[in-house]
C-alpha cells in the first residue's frame, strides 16, 4: 500500500433526503474527503444486495448506504423493508468475513449537510485504516 | 405405514380426490429411494416410507414444475420438514391449501445422505435437522399416516451445523473469509442448490438474467461468491433449513451453515420462524417501525 492511497467508497443514497443532504452540503460550501462516488436512487428501498456485491466487485473499498430517517420515507415505508433487508444482508456479510468497517449503513435527512460531512470523512478515515479491499480484488 | 399409505393413495386416486400422488419408492436395486409420480390407483404399491425418503418433494408443487401440476390436484407425500416448506410456498402464495392434499408421514428421522445407509438408523448418520426436530409429527396434514413420535428437541439447538456456526463466529474477519473462499472456489456453478430448492421458484433466476450480467456466470471465485450470497440472501426468512442444497451440492460446500446463521438471525431479530403457520407473513414481507436499528449510523 503506498503511502498516498486513497480509499474509494461507494454511496448508494436516495434521492430524497440522503441525495439531498449531500446536496446541501454541496451548496453550503461544507469540505468533505472527495473519496465518495455517489449513486442516487429513488429510495433505499430500491437498493438491491447485489448492488453492494456488485460495487465490492468492482473495486470499491468501502460502501456506504444511507436514506431517510424512519418514518420519513417518501414513499412511507421504502427505508423500512430496506431496514430488515440489512439486517439480514449485514450479518451474512460479516459471516463470510467482510470487515465491518467496509460496510456502512445510515439515515442522514435533507437538512443534515453537517451530518453527512462527518459521516463522509469519519468512513473515509476508517477504510483508509482497512487498507485496499484487496482480499476481494485478489478474486480475479 | 407403508400399508396404510399404499391403501390412503390408492382410495385418493380411485375417488379421484387427487389427480397424482408425488411419493417416494425404491429405486431398480432397491438401494437408493427416488421420487415417484402415481397416477394409476394400482400403481401406488410403488410408495414406500423409510429414513432413506431424505428428498423434500415439496420442489414438485412449484411453478418449476408445470407438468406435474398438469396432473390434477397435487396428493404429496411429506414429512414435518416438507410440510414446513409447503407452509412457506402457501405464506407466499404460490399453491392454495385446496390445489393440494398433504399425506403427512411421522418420521423419527432421516439419514443425511443415502450412501451412509446401513440397515439401521442411528443418530450418527442423522443431519442436524432431525435432531433439532420439531415437527416429527406433522402440523399440517389432510391424514397422517404411521404412529405419533414422541420427540422433544433440546433447548438450545445442537448439531454439527449450529458447532460450526459458533466456531465460525469465534474466528477474525480474514479467517472467515479464508473458510468460505476455499468453499465457494470450488462451486462450480451447477445451480443443483436451486434446483432442488422447493423456495427457489423464480421462473427467471437472477443469475440468468444477463442484461446486465449481474453474477458473473463462469465459476471463478468472484462470480461464485456473489452467487452464494445472493443465492443464501433471497432465502432469508425464507429458508426451512431442510438441508437439500448442501445435499445436492457435488462438492459439498457447506451451504446449512450460510442458511441456518441467517435463519438465526430472523429468529433473533424478527423473533420469525419459517414454514409453521402458512398465515403469518414471511419478515421481509412485512416491517415493524421498532426494528433494531444499532448498525445504522
Given at each position: ?6 480509499p ?6 436516495c ?5 439531498a ?14 473519496n465518495?462516488?455517489i ?30 430517517h ?23 456479510m460479516?459471516?463470510?468475513?467482510i ?6 449503513f445510515s439515515w ?19 477504510v ?13 | ?19 397424482v ?14 421420487p ?49 416448506n409447503?407452509?412457506?410456498l402457501?405464506a ?6 385446496e ?7 411421522t418420521?423419527?428421522?432421516?439419514v443425511?445422505?443415502q ?6 438408523l442411528?443418530?450418527e ?27 422433544t ?21 480474514s ?12 462451486c462450480?456453478?451447477c445451480?443443483?442448490?436451486?434446483q ?19 453474477i ?76 433494531r ?5
Amino acid at each position: 500500500m503506498s503511502e498516498n492511497w486513497e480509499p474509494r467508497i461507494m454511496a448508494f443514497v436516495c434521492n430524497w433526503c440522503t441525495y439531498a443532504g449531500a446536496d446541501l452540503a454541496g451548496t453550503s460550501r461544507m469540505e468533505y474527503k472527495p473519496n465518495v462516488r455517489i449513486i442516487r436512487f429513488p429510495c433505499t428501498g430500491r437498493i438491491d444486495p447485489l448492488f453492494i456485491i456488485k460495487a465490492f466487485e468492482n473495486g470499491a473499498d468501502g460502501v456506504l448506504v444511507s436514506g431517510c430517517h424512519p418514518g420519513d420515507c417518501h414513499y412511507t415505508t421504502g427505508n423500512y423493508h430496506a431496514r430488515r433487508r440489512w439486517i439480514g444482508f449485514k450479518n451474512l456479510m460479516e459471516f463470510v468475513g467482510i470487515d465491518t468497517g467496509r460496510l456502512h449503513f445510515s439515515w442522514v435527512s435533507a437538512s443534515e449537510a453537517g451530518k453527512w460531512v462527518d459521516l463522509i470523512n469519519r468512513i473515509t478515515e476508517e477504510v483508509k485504516k482497512l487498507g485496499p479491499f484487496l482480499e476481494y480484488r485478489r478474486l480475479k | 405405514m407403508e400399508r396404510e399409505l399404499r391403501d390412503t393413495a390408492r382410495r385418493l386416486l380411485e375417488d379421484k380426490t387427487v389427480g397424482v400422488v408425488v411419493g417416494y419408492s425404491w429405486n431398480r436395486k432397491k438401494t437408493r429411494t427416488t421420487p415417484v409420480f402415481v397416477t394409476k390407483p394400482e400403481d401406488a404399491e410403488r410408495l414406500i416410507f423409510n429414513p432413506l425418503c431424505v428428498n423434500n418433494l415439496s420442489v414438485y408443487l412449484t411453478r418449476k414444475y408445470p407438468d406435474v401440476r398438469a396432473l390434477g390436484r397435487i396428493g404429496i407425500v411429506a414429512k414435518g420438514c416438507d410440510i414446513r416448506n409447503i407452509v412457506v410456498l402457501m405464506a407466499e402464495g404460490q399453491i392454495q391449501r385446496e390445489d393440494i392434499y398433504i399425506i403427512g408421514m411421522t418420521c423419527s428421522g432421516v439419514v443425511y445422505r443415502q450412501e451412509l445407509w446401513e440397515g439401521e438408523l442411528k443418530p450418527e448418520i442423522m443431519p442436524t435437522k432431525c435432531h433439532n426436530c420439531d415437527v416429527r409429527n406433522p402440523h399440517l396434514a389432510d391424514t397422517v399416516i404411521g404412529e405419533r413420535v414422541s420427540f422433544t428437541p433440546p433447548e438450545t439447538p445442537q448439531g454439527v451445523v449450529f458447532d460450526r456456526i459458533r466456531e465460525i463466529e469465534g474466528m477474525s474477519p480474514s479467517e472467515r473469509w479464508e473458510f468460505w473462499m476455499g468453499h465457494f472456489s470450488r462451486c462450480i456453478k451447477c445451480y443443483a442448490c436451486r434446483q432442488v430448492c422447493s423456495l427457489c421458484y423464480c421462473e427467471r433466476c437472477i443469475t440468468d438474467k444477463n442484461m446486465p450480467q449481474w453474477i458473473e456466470t463462469s465459476a471463478h471465485p468472484r462470480g461464485n461468491l456473489a452467487w452464494n450470497l445472493i443465492r443464501a440472501m433471497h432465502l432469508f426468512g425464507r429458508c426451512t433449513f431442510c438441508g437439500e442444497c448442501e445435499r445436492a451440492c457435488p462438492v459439498n460446500i457447506p451451504l446449512n451453515i450460510l442458511n441456518q446463521k441467517l435463519a438465526m438471525v430472523a429468529k433473533e431479530a424478527f423473533d420469525y420462524s419459517s414454514g409453521y403457520d402458512p398465515e403469518v407473513h414471511p419478515p421481509l414481507r412485512v416491517f415493524d417501525p421498532e426494528d433494531r436499528e444499532d448498525f445504522i449510523k
